[in-house]
């Protein structure tokens, strides 16, 4: 079994940075492409940035282009999400998601989820 812990949210102002990690445990890491994903209350789940296995393959959603980063490290299990430039719109409830099937934009196809971490941007 695969399991996700993120952390490093919590309360920014807006135009600062943050940076989130998320653990996995187990030994197979390194197989699983790994999304970040984001829920704002009424909202639904938006994609926010996607790593491959090997690192060497990433996309993110339009709202994030140029200010967010993802990237791993397979040997620490961890994959991160480096968020620069924040704005109030960025607040959500912000999900690591993985799976061992081609990285994608549904939340759907995505097998292993965490608990999440919120991410308050707000002067």
């Known amino acids: 079994q695969v399991q996700l812990v993120e952390s490093g949210g919590g309360l920014v102002q807006p135009g600062g940075s943050l940076r989130l990690s998320c653990a996995a445990s187990g030994r197979t890491f390194s197989n699983l492409n790994v999304g970040w994903f984001r829920q704002a209350p009424g909202k639904e789940r938006e994609f926010v940035a996607a790593i491959n296995w090997s690192g060497g393959s990433t996309n993110y959603g339009d709202s994030v282009k140029g200010r967010f980063t993802i990237s791993r490290d397979n040997a620490k299990n961890t994959v991160y999400l480096q968020m620069n430039s924040l704005k109030p719109e960025d607040t959500a409830v912000y999900y690591c998601?993985?799976?061992?099937?081609?990285?994608?934009?549904?939340?759907?196809?995505?097998?292993?989820w965490g608990q999440g971490t919120q991410v308050t941007v707000s002067s």
């Open positions: 998601a993985a799976t061992y099937g081609s990285t994608c934009q549904r939340y759907q196809r995505y097998n292993y």
